[in-house]
């Protein structure tokens, strides 16, 4: 993905002359623009800017008429806040017509900002003219060095700014066009770092956009140029990002070896042995959800063995409430039992009163499955002695111990 004053008239005489007054220069018309009539062309001469787009400007004058518009955007600001939305946008687009004074990073820059409101305050004809502007400006660019008045350092500030503009007017195809010809340029001169930030830029476009096989091709080939320049720690980031952009997607199953891949790089470095467990929770979910039911089952067990020796408590109970709910939903009650019954117990280690009121909960529920009511009343004795010690579900399991005993 603003410093402004108040101006009184001046005029100054000569070639120079120039006005900075902004309330007493054009007036604001009452109704919006023609739809068919591009309001961001300067067809009338403006007060702010008397000799028009033709004559370049000092640099004093170009500060004088850069303070000018940030006033300007400041009064439109103030009016879109009062509610007057015609206003707000008249002033803005007389703003975006002088811009052009500025030269075309300043005027990208006011055009994307202005085209992000627009978008977000519903305008869509207004939305519309300033993505022509852009896509225009763009072309100009394009157009080789000694056809135009664009220098290469203005280029390569102009096209990461169109890049960030059109993504302001939610024009997701022709940011990846700016970006895909940065992209192609940073190759042929060989600039890796380059290279590397733009096709995350890129990525990170296809995910916002929710483009996921876009997603996953630009972080694949991000991972392979990790992988071959010995990079580790993009290495890493990358299987993250794939993981992640495969969950997103609904393609569980294709996150696991990204997440195997993972383990095995935390498992080479002591210092990220904490890392592991979580991740093997996060990875047996994914077993979980693809219906790999025995892997997914091991891999809450393993994730459980490497978090207790951790005292990485809370994820150790994560690990056995996980894989106690794959055993009950298929209908493994007695090893179900088992790992609540367990997972009581480090609930108590951790201190965890409420883990604990519902590991017993959960043991009441399946013992009332097995029919053994006895034990089930038990277990919600013992879940009530935590209630009544936290205030907290006393009334729900007096209620089951009742039930259980009235069924008698």
């Given at each position: 993905m603003i410093k402004r004053c108040h101006w009184s008239a001046i005029v100054l005489a000569g070639f120079c002359s120039f006005s900075l007054?902004?309330?007493a220069a054009e007036p604001t018309p009452s109704q919006p623009p023609d739809r068919f009539s591009n309001?961001?062309?300067?067809?009338?001469?403006?007060?702010?800017?008397?000799?028009?787009?033709?004559r370049p400007l000092s640099e004093a004058e170009k500060q004088t008429l850069r303070t000018a518009l940030d006033q300007l955007d400041k009064e439109a600001t103030a009016k879109l806040q009062s509610g007057d939305t015609i206003g707000a946008f008249n002033l803005?687009?007389?703003?975006?017509?002088?811009?052009?004074?500025?030269?075309?990073?300043e005027e990208v820059q006011a055009l994307g900002r202005v085209g992000n409101i627009a978008w977000v305050q519903n305008q869509p004809i207004q939305v519309r003219f300033i993505t022509n502007r852009l896509s225009a400006i763009q072309t100009q660019v394009q157009q080789p060095l000694n056809n135009n008045q664009v220098t290469l350092p203005e280029r390569s500030q102009i096209l990461p700014a169109l890049g960030i503009a059109f993504q302001?007017?939610?024009?997701?195809?022709?940011?990846?066009?700016?970006?895909?010809?940065?992209?192609?340029?940073a190759r042929s001169r060989k600039d890796a770092v380059a290279e590397v930030n733009l096709l995350n830029t890129i990525g990170q476009l296809h995910l916002s956009w929710f483009d996921y096989p876009n997603a996953i091709a630009t972080y694949t080939e991000l991972l392979n140029l990790a992988k071959s320049r010995n990079d580790a720690a993009n290495v890493e980031l990358n299987?993250?990002?794939?993981?992640?952009?495969?969950?997103?997607?609904?393609?569980?199953?294709q996150a696991v070896p990204y997440q195997q891949q993972l383990i095995e790089l935390y498992q080479r470095n002591p210092q990220q042995a904490r890392s592991i467990a979580p991740l093997k929770i996060r990875q047996a979910d994914n077993l979980a959800a693809a219906n790999q039911l025995e892997t997914a089952e091991k891999a809450y067990q393993e994730a459980f063995q490497l978090a207790q020796p951790l005292g990485q408590l809370a994820y150790a109970s994560d690990a056995l409430r996980k894989l106690g709910a794959l055993y009950r939903s298929n209908n493994r009650l007695d090893a179900a039992l088992q790992v609540y019954e367990y997972l009581a117990n480090v609930q108590q280690q951790a201190y965890d009163s409420f883990g604990v009121m519902d590991a017993f909960d959960q043991i009441g529920q399946i013992q009332l499955q097995r029919k053994a009511f006895p034990e089930a009343a038990n277990a919600f004795r013992q879940g009530l002695e935590v209630a009544k010690q936290v205030n907290h579900r006393v009334d729900y399991f007096t209620e089951q111990i009742q039930k259980i005993q009235a069924s008698r």
């Open positions: 007054s902004v309330h309001p961001l062309e300067l067809k009338t001469p403006d007060p702010l800017l008397p000799g028009g787009l033709n803005w687009n007389r703003e975006l017509r002088l811009r052009r004074a500025l030269g075309l990073l302001q007017v939610r024009s997701p195809g022709l940011a990846l066009n700016v970006y895909q010809q940065m992209l192609a340029e299987l993250i990002q794939l993981a992640y952009v495969h969950e997103q997607a609904k393609q569980p199953a």
